[in-house]
């Protein structure tokens, strides 16, 4: 979809609208705008028909009411794998989704989190080394991605040194898996093995970390049975590492398209109080949000003026509510130190991130180990920086160039 001109144009071209197509992913705040003004609740036709809310108070109604709207399918195209996802928390609805998610919660507690900071710099600082001798390298493939895959996997107690094939994993499922769902499935089905025979070792012998937890930990009395144990593992993995690395990406790419950006982080790089980054982190986790939901319309329902049937799909795209005029000033441009910004990057309500602390962690580690070590970079010349599309969304290769000044 490009930039419509009329209400017509918008309605019929929004009937097209693809959140997979790469096209859209390389530039998609012009087709929010124009969808969030001409048509904001828009209908595609595709994967058997999608609702697509853009506007700030409507995907903040819809994530707040689980009785309309149940997170039983959170992907579209909800066939993509051949059967119902069972991930919880995030698959599931009240009340099974509540206790799941006071299960999980002290795990991911800010204190837990901080507590991971050294480790996370050690990492970051590992990778920089990797390609200190070189004048290029890749800010997402080489560095932005082995972050968060490296602190998740010792997290949930799984061997880090496996990184390359869960980053293969995740493509195959989230970025190639629309393409090639046979090649999807497969993905998937060995995610899941490796991930049995994790939990199998973790069960003959107990480490402590996550996975343990999971195994040990009772709801209502009962232990997870092994679906849901397997499910909580498997969305730990996905959930923690496509997201995280997308931000840390986009926030590094436009920092290699923004000189004064870089200049005012490297300068407050030891301000004790870190007022300049959290703005800033904050500032870029809105406007680069990477993550887009979905929803099941749970009851026939009514919405700007269309009519939502049971059964309908429901596209809950957290980007375009971030980049909403009636919310933030100028939405599109990234303001460093915007003070109002109660952007929904984790989304909102009952499903909100779980691990937004963690991540927060992960992407200022990341960009504060880079600028002190690299504070000068651009775009390779002559080279793209390529997106992926879908409901996650960052830069999967970003050629770089760093300078010395
Ligand atoms: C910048 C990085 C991240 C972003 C933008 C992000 C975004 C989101 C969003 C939008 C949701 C809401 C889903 C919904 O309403 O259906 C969510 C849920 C969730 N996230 Fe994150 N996430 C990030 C990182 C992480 C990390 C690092 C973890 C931990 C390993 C994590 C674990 C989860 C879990 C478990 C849920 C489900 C919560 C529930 O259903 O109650 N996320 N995330």
């Not at 002290?106 to 710099?121: D, G, L």
């Not at 107690?157 to 989230?174: A, K, M, P, Q």
């Not at 390529?386 to 409901?391: D, K, T």
């Amino acid at each position: 979809m490009g930039t419509p001109t009329t209400t017509a144009t918008v309605t019929e071209k929004a009937a097209h609208f693809d959140h997979l197509d790469t096209e859209f992913a390389a530039d998609p705040g012009p087709v929010w705008k124009a969808m969030r003004s001409e048509c904001p609740m828009a209908k595609s036709t595709l994967y058997d028909g999608f609702w697509v809310p853009t506007r700030y108070d409507d995907i903040n109604e819809i994530a707040h009411d689980h009785e309309r709207f149940s997170s039983a399918r959170v992907a579209i195209p909800a066939d993509l794998l051949g059967q119902e996802l069972n991930l919880p928390p995030i698959t599931s609805d009240p009340p099974y989704h509540t206790n799941f998610r006071r299960m999980l919660l002290p795990t991911f507690s800010p204190k837990n989190m901080k507590a991971w900071e050294p480790t996370t710099y050690d990492i970051a600082n590992e990778l920089i080394d990797a390609f200190s001798d070189r004048d290029e390298f890749d800010g997402a493939r080489e560095y932005a991605q082995n972050i968060p895959i490296t602190v998740i996997a010792r997290m949930l107690g799984v061997d880090e040194n496996d990184r390359d094939i869960f980053t293969s994993w995740l493509r195959r499922l989230l970025e190639l898996g629309p393409a090639d769902r046979e090649d999807a499935q497969k993905a998937f089905i060995e995610l899941s093995e490796y991930l049995s025979d994790n939990i199998q070792r973790h069960r003959a012998e107990p480490t402590g970390d996550i996975m343990t937890i999971l195994i040990d930990t009772e709801i209502d009395g009962e232990r997870l049975d092994d679906s849901s144990l397997l499910g909580a593992c498997q969305l730990l993995l996905i959930a923690g590492i496509d997201t995280t690395w997308s931000s840390i990406g986009s926030s590094i790419h436009h920092l290699a398209k923004n000189s004064e950006h870089r200049r005012i982080l490297v300068d407050a790089l030891d301000e004790p109080d870190g007022k300049v980054w959290y703005a800033a982190m904050e500032e870029f986790l809105r406007v680069f949000a990477p993550v887009t939901m979905a929803r099941r319309v749970a009851q026939d329902t009514e919405m700007r003026g269309q009519c939502l049937r049971e059964g309908d799909q429901l596209l809950l795209p957290f980007p375009a509510a971030n980049r909403d005029p009636a919310k933030f000033a100028n939405p599109d441009e990234v303001i460093l130190d915007r003070q109002e910004n109660r952007h929904y990057a984790f989304g909102v309500g009952r499903h909100r991130c779980l691990g937004s602390h963690l991540a927060r962690m992960e992407l200022e580690v990341a960009l504060r180990a880079l600028l002190r070590r690299v504070p000068d970079f651009s775009v390779a010349e002559g080279t793209t920086v390529r997106y992926s599309g879908g409901q996650i969304r960052g830069p999967r290769e970003m050629p770089l160039t760093k300078h010395t000044t």
